[in-house]
């Protein structure tokens, strides 16, 4: 834990404001409302005099970089594959809160990622570490793998030393970016990144990006890590996010059978929840359109009579990926008369073309 005050943060508004200008929160819109309140902490409360920054960590056990080559498999983020942090992290909040209150005429306010909070941002203005050129905070202490929750407070604390860069000439987390979501150092289009597209993004998924997301079901570590820092975390997770053994690698035949009642079961207590098995199913498919391996098509065929057309879309587009043009144009035949949606009757014609694009590349070779 760390404290700042909300005097600390003078570059916050001008820095906001661009980004939101810019369009790079794509369609988060909660961004954009109430920016003035994430902008200026005493916007949000004019009572506050302090800000206690928490971070917890949850480093993994594994290299989550080692599972995006297991193309048969999801690859869910470190942070998903444990109970929901904002569950666990909350309630420690809380109790400490009201242990602040108990000592006099303090008033407190928790917030863990559930109101206009910039939690990256106090962080590092509390000295907890800094925000990388990635924008993601990291330490010496526990690298990339912090999730962070904050107290207002009405109570006047020292403030702490605000964090400073180490990230020196290091490129490692921008070139690694498999959809380029970095258009500069300390600089994120949200519409490009992984995370982004696969958990907030709710319509499809541009057809740029989908095989750049690979394997990636729920989110993406690529940029966290490849950090030479985290080679210096030395901290285990806390005890209360352990990882779940059957999220670490996952078979893609077996998510994409997921109905609605399997999907909140698999995925009970968890952040993949929150997401929706719709969401989630499409970014299965994409990431079985990408497997290469022809025995996963039966997955794909299997959802392209889905109730939701955001599945059956996907699912066109893993068919056009992994059959002969032959099989796609009979599958088409058999599903396309009715199919009332617009999106998927496009996906329809963008999937012949592509197998017709391949045999003909195919045979030229």
Known sequence: MRVTRPDRLPDLPARLSSWLEEGAHGTMDWMADRADQRASPVG???GLRSILVFAMSYRPDDDPLELVALKECGAIAAYARRRDYHDVLKGRLKELGGYLSAKGDVRVKVFCDTAPVMEKTLAEAAGLGW?????????????NWLLLGAIYTSAEFEPDD????????????LDICPTDAFPAPYRLDARRCISYLTIEHA?????????????????CDDCLAVCPWNKFARTAADARLAARADLAAPALADLAGLDDAAFRKLFAGTPVKRTGRDRFL???????GNSGDPHLADAAIARLADASPLVRGMAVWACGRLLEPASVQALRQQHEAAETDSHVRSEWI?????????TGETSRA
């Open 44 to 46: 949000l409360w004019s």
């Open 131 to 143: 925000q990388g050129k990635h924008t993601v905070l990291l330490s010496r202490e526990h690298g």
């Open 162 to 173: 605000p964090g400073r860069g180490h990230c020196g000439s290091c490129r490692a987390c």
């Open 203 to 219: 319509g499809p998924i541009a057809t740029e990006f989908r095989t750049a997301i690979g394997n990636r079901v729920f989110g």
């Open 282 to 288: 499409r970014n299965v498919m994409i990431a079985v």
């Open 350 to 358: 963008a999937a012949t073309a592509l197998t017709e694009l391949r």
